[in-house]
Structure formats: C-alpha cells, structure tokens
C-alpha cells in the first residue's frame, strides 16, 4: 500500500470505529482489551457489532503500524515528508 492509501483506510476505519464508540459507550481501545479477554456483550443483538468493531480496532491498529513504518522509511529516503 502507499502512503495515501495508508492515510485514507485509516481515516475510513476511524469513522466506523467512533461510530461503535457512540453506540456503546466505550473507547476502542477499552472494549478491545475485554474483547480479547473473551468478554461477551449483554445483548446477543450486539454480537455482530462487537464482531465487526473488533475486525476494524485490529485492521485500524495494523495500518497505524503501516502508517509509522512507511513515515520511517520516508524519512530515511529524504529530509523531508512534503513533497
């Protein structure tokens, strides 16, 4: 991926993951901590939400990473980031 692809899935998973946030009252971060922990929602309605907000927390943290590494390896090219 490049660097502009990076940027816009991650602004695309951020709207999605605020989204679950609102619903449910709890940062990603928080609900994904219990969620590895095996920790079931309340409602089984939620156990698709809880599902797909896990999958979005996981591709969101790993573009993240993306996102550092190629912002590294930018800046090891250049002395700039602006082209």
């Given at each position: 991926?490049?660097?502009?692809?990076?940027?816009?899935?991650?602004?695309?998973?951020?709207?999605?993951?605020?989204?679950?946030?609102?619903?449910?009252?709890?940062?990603?971060?928080?609900?994904?901590?219990?969620?590895?922990?095996?920790?079931?929602?309340?409602?089984?309605?939620?156990?698709l939400d809880w599902?797909?907000?896990?999958?979005?927390?996981?591709?969101?943290?790993?573009?993240?990473?993306?996102?550092?590494?190629?912002?590294?390896?930018?800046?090891?090219?250049?002395?700039?980031?602006?082209?």
């Amino acid at each position: 991926m490049v660097l502009q692809e990076i940027v816009e899935d991650i602004h695309a998973l951020r709207e999605d993951i605020e989204a679950y946030e609102r619903k449910y009252g709890v940062l990603s971060e928080t609900f994904y901590e219990l969620y590895l922990k095996g920790e079931e929602p309340e409602n089984a309605s939620w156990i698709l939400d809880w599902s797909d907000w896990a999958g979005a927390y996981k591709i969101w943290l790993r573009r993240k990473e993306q996102y550092s590494n190629a912002i590294e390896d930018l800046r090891g090219q250049s002395d700039s980031l602006l082209h």
